[in-house]
């Protein structure tokens, strides 16, 4: 466990209790949280609530985390021995959005959209991670490009080889703590085949490098398909 979070325990107890479904009224959360969790996507202090009273996680004793001022990473492992990962921002140490990576629930059903084209090849871009070290001023320069690099096994281990689909792996959220990294991604999965059908997954990896560096450990997890929204045709 990251020493960050030893010497402050709070957020890491409340995101415990939270993931139970047993917060209790003492557990401090932002009246607006955000919780991307389970194939759901919930606004409001209430629905997070009631989405993990419905499916509860529990973390184990030993989860590796990763600490900051503004952010907390979990990657933990299933009684069956599956990786999950948790992904928090704080403010003033409360839990303000939640992200969940990790299986989809049964129950799970998207929210109808709007479809919009979008073609890759016309962005002439060919790079299996996007985004920008500077969109992320919390992390180490020396981890972007293990953040980079992430993105290619985060594709491997769903079998989407990028050249063929066009697969991608976008930074969403990143920061260091001393010589530990962590990162959120979203990946857009584009299926080779005809049709040539779409979805997303989000995935998470933290690391730790060395002084001059070079990357020591990882670990990842990459969450199940989430559904795919029914299109609002006008």
Do not use: K
């Not at 996680?57 to 990657?75: E, F, K, M, Q, Y």
């Not at 689909?165 to 920061?175: E, L, W």
């Not at 059908?197 to 989000?202: D, M, P, Q, S, V």
């Amino acid at each position: 466990m990251n020493a960050d979070i030893m010497a402050t325990p709070q957020p890491m107890n409340d995101l415990a209790a939270l993931l139970r479904g047993q917060p209790g009224s003492t557990v401090p959360l932002a009246n607006t949280l955000s919780v991307l969790a389970l194939g759901v996507e919930t606004f409001g202090r209430t629905d997070a609530l009631d989405l993990f009273a419905r499916h509860p996680l529990r973390l184990s004793a030993t989860p590796h985390v990763v600490a900051g001022p503004a952010a907390l990473a979990v990657l933990d492992m299933t009684p069956e021995g599956r990786p999950i990962g948790v992904y928090a921002d704080l403010v003033d140490g409360v839990l303000a959005r939640l992200w969940v990576v990790g299986p989809v629930a049964d129950d799970a059903v998207a929210e109808p959209a709007v479809p919009v084209a979008s073609d890759d090849f016309l962005t002439q871009d060919r790079t299996a991670c996007a985004g920008d070290l500077f969109d992320h001023p919390g992390l180490a320069a020396l981890a972007w490009p293990h953040v980079q690099a992430s993105a290619d096994e985060l594709l491997q281990a769903v079998a989407e080889p990028v050249a063929a689909s066009s697969s991608r792996a976008v930074v969403v959220r990143a920061f260091s703590s001393g010589d530990a990294f962590a990162a959120l991604y979203t990946l857009r999965i584009l299926a080779p085949g005809v049709p040539r059908l779409a979805h997303r997954r989000w995935a998470l990896v933290t690391g730790r490098i060395g002084a001059e560096g070079a990357l020591l450990h990882h670990q990842l997890a990459v969450s199940d398909a989430w559904p795919v929204p029914v299109p609002v045709l006008f």
